[in-house]
């Protein structure tokens, strides 16, 4: 069994930046696509960036130019570098596969305000 753990998260200002991680344990991350996803309050959960286990990204078109998500296989890690935060990116962060999921762990809340 897969476990997903998030870490990273805290209060920035606008224009901050954060560095969010998660480890997971357990075998064949290295075979699957990894994601984050955000869930804002009163919102459904979205995917922001994605890594192939090759290290193609893909990001969605409210992020993309400020956050940088990266891998590494050998430590089963999957990192969000967030640059240039904006209020609209608050949000509690989970990463997970892209398709079929593992369970969902806790996530790490991001606050972006002044």
């Known amino acids: 069994q897969v476990q997903l753990v998030e870490s990273g998260g805290g209060l920035v200002q606008p224009g901050g930046s954060l560095r969010l991680s998660c480890a997971a344990s357990?075998?064949?991350?290295?075979?699957?696509?990894m994601g984050w996803y955000r869930q804002a309050p009163g919102k459904q959960r979205e995917l922001v960036a994605r890594?192939?286990?090759?290290?193609?990204?893909n990001y969605a078109d409210s992020v993309k130019g400020r956050f940088t998500i990266s891998r590494d296989n050998a430590k089963s890690t999957v990192t969000l570098q967030m640059n240039s935060l904006k209020p609209e990116d608050t949000a509690v962060y989970y990463c997970?596969?892209?398709?079929?999921?593992?369970?969902w762990g806790q996530g790490t809340q991001v606050t972006v305000s002044s």
């Open positions: 997970n596969t892209v398709g079929t999921y593992f369970p």
């Open positions: 357990g075998s064949r991350f290295s075979f699957n696509v």
């Open positions: 890594i192939s286990s090759g290290g193609i990204t």
